[in-house]
């Protein structure tokens, strides 16, 4: 486990409980790497991992890019559907992340505000 020195080193690495926003980060794009084609992610529109990773595969690059081409994330009932609670935008970066290396930010989630 590190300590808080190295931590203040990079202020976007911040602790969540005894793992870092870094290492989560990390974990996760793991697994969408490794995660079957099955894997519902947009629970609103029934979008599976394995239709977004074929979007990717024809080009899209930005979340904008993948709602158009599958429908994800254009829902707005996350907070009833997905388990998590919230809305599939940042599963999406994340999938974009491990497919591509890209981090970019999509701005303003469009399915619920």
């Known amino acids: 486990m590190r300590d808080n020195a190295d931590v203040a080193e990079n202020r976007a690495d911040t602790w969540v409980g005894p793992y870092t926003t870094v290492e989560i980060t990390s974990m996760l794009i793991l697994n969408f790497k490794t995660a079957p084609d099955t894997t519902k992610v ?67 989630c469009k399915c619920c505000g």
């Open 42 to 108: 947009c629970y609103c529109n029934d979008v599976t991992l394995g239709e977004i990773r074929a979007a990717i595969k024809d080009g899209a690059k930005s979340v904008d890019e993948i709602r158009e081409a599958t429908g994800a994330c254009t829902g707005n009932r996350c907070e009833e559907l997905n388990p998590s609670g919230g809305c599939c935008e940042s599963d999406i970066i994340g999938i974009l992340a491990a497919c591509t290396g890209s981090k970019g930010p999509s701005g303003k």
